[in-house]
C-alpha cells in the first residue's frame, strides 16, 4: 500500500531564508510523486512534480524538488521564502497504474516578516 | 481553458438528509476523482469516474455514492448525512486518468451539517 509521509506539520521560516518542507513515501515500486498548494478557502494547485527523468524538478513560483529513490524522499525547497508562500503544502503520490492520490498530512508554512 | 468548478462552494444541511453536489471539469478530461477534506483525517479520497464508469473507490460508506454524466461532469451524493460529513469536498480532473496524470482540482465545496 502507498503511504506519505510529511515530517512537521507546522514550519515557520523568516522571509529571505531557506524554506525545506520533508515528503517520504513508501511504495516497493517508485511512484509518481506532487506537491501541491493550498491557499485558505480554495482548492489544490500544483506546484511540481516528478514522472521519469531528471530528477531534480522545478516548478512554479521558485520551488523545486529533488526525488531520491535511495532514500525514498521527495523534500519541497525554495531559497528564499516569500510572505505569499504562507500556505498549506500537500505531498502526494500516484501509483503507476492508475490515478489514485494518496495525501500527506500537509505541512502548514508560516512565514515571518 | 476554464478550471475545474464546483456547486455550490458552501452548503449547509441538518442531519438526516441528502445532498448533491456537483463538479464540472476541465474540458477535454474524462477522469473526475472526489476526496474528502477534514482537519483531522486530511485529504481521504473517495472515488474515481472516468468515462461514466467508477473506476476506483476508496474507504467510505455507501451513503457516499457518485455518478459521471457522457459530459464528464460528475455529481456526488451523501445521504442520510451525519455531524461527521462536515468536510470540504474536492473535486479533480485529469485528461486521461493514467498513473502520472496531474489532477487539477476544483475549489471545492464546504458542507456543513448541523
Known amino acids: 500500500a502507498q503511504s506519505v509521509t510529511q515530517l512537521g506539520s507546522h514550519v515557520s521560516v523568516s522571509e529571505g531564508a531557506l524554506v525545506l518542507l520533508r515528503c517520504n513515501y513508501s511504495s516497493s515500486v517508485p511512484p509518481y510523486l506532487f506537491w501541491y498548494v493550498q491557499y485558505p478557502n480554495q482548492g489544490l494547485q500544483l506546484l511540481l512534480k516528478y514522472t521519469t527523468g531528471a530528477t531534480l524538478v522545478k516548478g512554479i513560483n521558485g520551488f523545486e524538488a529533488e526525488f531520491k529513490k535511495s532514500e525514498t524522499s521527495f523534500h519541497l525547497t525554495k531559497p528564499s521564502a516569500h510572505m505569499s508562500d504562507a500556505a498549506e503544502y500537500f505531498c502526494?503520490?500516484?501509483?503507476?497504474?492508475?490515478?489514485?492520490?494518496?495525501f500527506g498530512t500537509g505541512t502548514s508554512l508560516t512565514v515571518i516578516p | 481553458k476554464a478550471g475545474v468548478t464546483q456547486t455550490p462552494r458552501y452548503l449547509i444541511k441538518t442531519r438526516g438528509q441528502q445532498v448533491t453536489l456537483s463538479c464540472s471539469p476541465i474540458s477535454g478530461h474524462r477522469s473526475v476523482s472526489w476526496y474528502q477534506q477534514t482537519p483531522g483525517q486530511g485529504l481521504q479520497f473517495l472515488f474515481e469516474y472516468f468515462s461514466e464508469t467508477q473506476r476506483n473507490k476508496g474507504n467510505f460508506p455507501g451513503r457516499f455514492s457518485g455518478r459521471q454524466f457522457s459530459n464528464s461532469r460528475s455529481e456526488m451524493n451523501v445521504s442520510t448525512l451525519e455531524l461527521g460529513d462536515s468536510a470540504l469536498y474536492l473535486c479533480a480532473s485529469s485528461t486521461s486518468g493514467s498513473g502520472g496524470d496531474t489532477q487539477y482540482f476544483g475549489p471545492g465545496t464546504r458542507l456543513t451539517v448541523l
Open positions: 502526494a503520490v500516484s501509483r503507476r497504474r492508475g490515478n489514485q492520490f494518496y
